[in-house]
């Protein structure tokens, strides 16, 4: 610290030798420093008048100066007294680095740390007769507010001087902080009152800045985990109430969002993250599409963002001010397809509720309907949904009443439909119904920006870019094959963030579900039987069902052909 000091003070352009400005504020300036500290200063005076009779025969001077360097109070031994006077050691001398060269209290308030300087440690030589030793006072709310500093002559060292100063700095410390307790008690009284009945329900606490000081779960949700601290500026559906204690000196503002707005909001296309060119084409295509009304279909791996996608480019749609209502189709019984896509009317059935209930699709009137887990609907699910799609109208179970619905159909699945359609699982004019625009999102392990979008995810969890992955810990996460895709990955850093102690991620962090799996190329070889079983299936769709001409691409004769069907039992459809 010293030598940092004594490098500023020759880049100031002083030299050892210069002679101390022994300048004074106006009175008339020095008032104005006491009105504006005069909080600080009651706290400094009443632990100063404990240390009197400490200082009387000690031949030493306490004092404050402000953060800039100002003495605005001092005590001391009065055979000293007079000698600190013409040291300047007085009210209203500035004895910043900048003014008085390397001090105690100048290193104090530069370094912010607590400093002793002792004699030749002094950068002019007219200051080096003196030993001194400061600690830096700071607010409740962290800011520097000044120094507390003990001087005297170098032969009056005691090693015990830099431990009483920072005793009386934190003694001072303390005392603002219960001061300011004391102001805040009733406002937060005040404040408890209004949070008490609204714990569900987005709530802000601001401070006299108009910055956020508290945010409950459900605000954070909505403005960002890292929203505290932050000024707000989002106000569309909220209500700002004010609140002042009795001097009508302290206040704050409580900021609740209205229940119309408090709906959870969609993803949007900012929240896809990553550089990979797979993903930005996939992004691209959506966004273009999100401008148009036709249907899409979008295809990928469980957890590759599926739902992200639907919902973002209904975010982007003509239709985002209208309902976005997802449907997870694997999930609805058979036996009630038709009660929960179209509705039923009262007692149209046994348990039905007697007000009857909206359907799915007329939930999504002039909005988006996102059939999730198409891949996985049961055939009779297919034909009603086909139904509506061709007719554009719900019949609610129980009605004899057609309702009119537009929606726009946005379809998610895993499976390959196609393959589906020829194992007759997958209606095809339901296929061509939904293609409309067809989205494929890439897997996770095909990705080239794995590290990227894992440091996205540590700054969404944490809400900082502190949390970071060591060189390791990256190489392993590259080297994983990821099958549960970017949920799996949230997964994995979550867990790392738990498991880390520090704010670095290292590789023994990362605890993966499965074994790694070899590189995609590397896939288990099917048996021979499988091999000549699809060898035979496909040479008879090409010859379309022509045993000879299939015997002869098969080079076996038309015997053998026969022998093999039967044997795997492939049947002409």
Not at 394 to 400: E, R
Request: with cysteine; glycine share 6%.
């Amino acid at each position: 610290m010293i030598q940092r000091s004594w490098k500023r003070c020759y880049s100031f352009g002083f030299t050892p030798m210069d002679a101390v400005e022994d300048e004074l504020l106006p009175d008339r300036q020095v008032h104005e420093l006491l009105q504006e500290n005069h909080a600080l200063l009651c706290h400094v005076a009443a632990v100063f008048e404990k240390l009197t009779p400490s200082l009387r025969k000690s031949g030493q001077i306490a004092l404050l100066v402000d953060r800039q360097g100002v003495v605005l109070h001092t005590r001391s031994d009065p055979d000293f007294d007079s000698q600190a006077k013409k040291l300047h050691l007085r009210v209203g001398a500035n004895w910043h680095e900048k003014k008085k060269g390397t001090n105690a209290m100048g290193v104090a308030l530069e370094e912010k740390m607590s400093v002793r300087i002792h004699g030749e440690q002094h950068f002019f030589v007219q200051n080096r007769f003196l030993t001194c030793a400061a600690s830096p006072l700071f607010t409740p709310a962290g800011e520097l507010a000044g120094a507390i500093n003990i001087s005297a002559t170098r032969d009056q060292f005691h090693p015990f001087l830099s431990s009483l100063v920072q005793f009386i700095a934190e003694s001072v410390q303390n005392r603002l902080l219960l001061e300011e307790v004391k102001h805040e008690h009733l406002i937060t009284l005040k404040e408890l009152e209004h949070t008490s009945n609204r714990l569900h329900t987005p709530l802000l606490t601001l401070d006299g800045d108009n910055r956020i000081i508290r945010a409950n779960q459900a605000a954070r949700r909505i403005l960002g985990k890292d929203c505290v601290g932050k000024e707000f500026r989002e106000k569309k559906g909220f209500v700002i109430e004010s609140i002042v204690d009795h001097t009508r000196k302290i206040w704050r503002s409580v900021a609740v969002l209205t229940k119309d707005a408090a709906r959870q909001p969609l993803h949007t296309f900012e929240r896809i993250a990553g550089s990979c060119p797979s993903l930005q084409s996939a992004k691209a295509l959506a966004q273009k599409v999100a401008e148009t009304d036709l249907s899409v279909l979008l295809l990928g791996e469980t957890g590759t963002g599926k739902e992200l996608f639907a919902q973002s480019i209904h975010s982007a749609s003509l239709r985002a001010r209208h309902p976005f209502i997802a449907v997870n189709c694997s999930a609805i019984p058979e036996t009630i397809i038709e009660s929960e896509l179209f509705g039923y009317e009262g007692g149209a059935f046994t348990g039905a509720k007697a007000e009857g209930n909206i359907g799915k699709i007329e939930a999504a009137h002039q909005g988006t309907l996102f059939l999730d887990e198409i891949g996985d609907m049961s055939l009779r699910a297919q034909a009603a949904l086909l139904r509506v799609l061709q007719e554009k109208v719900v019949t609610p179970v129980g009605s004899v009443k057609s309702k009119p619905v537009d929606v726009r159909i946005i379809a998610a699945t895993n499976k390959d439909l196609r393959e589906e359609i020829k194992a007759n699982r997958f209606r095809a004019d339901l296929y061509y119904r939904l293609k409309g625009i067809q989205i494929t999102l890439p897997p996770l392990r095909k990705r080239s920006d794995v590290i990227e979008l894992a440091e996205h995810l540590l700054r969404t969890m944490s809400g900082s870019a502190a949390i970071t992955l060591s060189a390791e810990a990256q190489t392993k996460l590259r080297a994983y094959s990821w099958p549960g895709n970017v949920r799996e990955l949230y997964s994995v850093l979550n867990q790392a963030v738990f498991l880390a102690e520090g704010n670095s991620i290292g590789p023994e962090h990362l605890q993966f579900e499965t074994e790694e799996r070899e590189e995609e190329h590397q896939q288990k070889v099917p048996s021979l039987p499988v091999l000549e079983k699809e060898a035979i299936e496909q040479s008879l769709r090409l010859a379309r069902w022509n045993i000879s001409k299939a015997a002869r691409m098969l080079q076996i004769s038309r015997n053998t052909l026969y022998r093999k069907m039967q044997e795997y039992k492939i049947f002409q459809p």
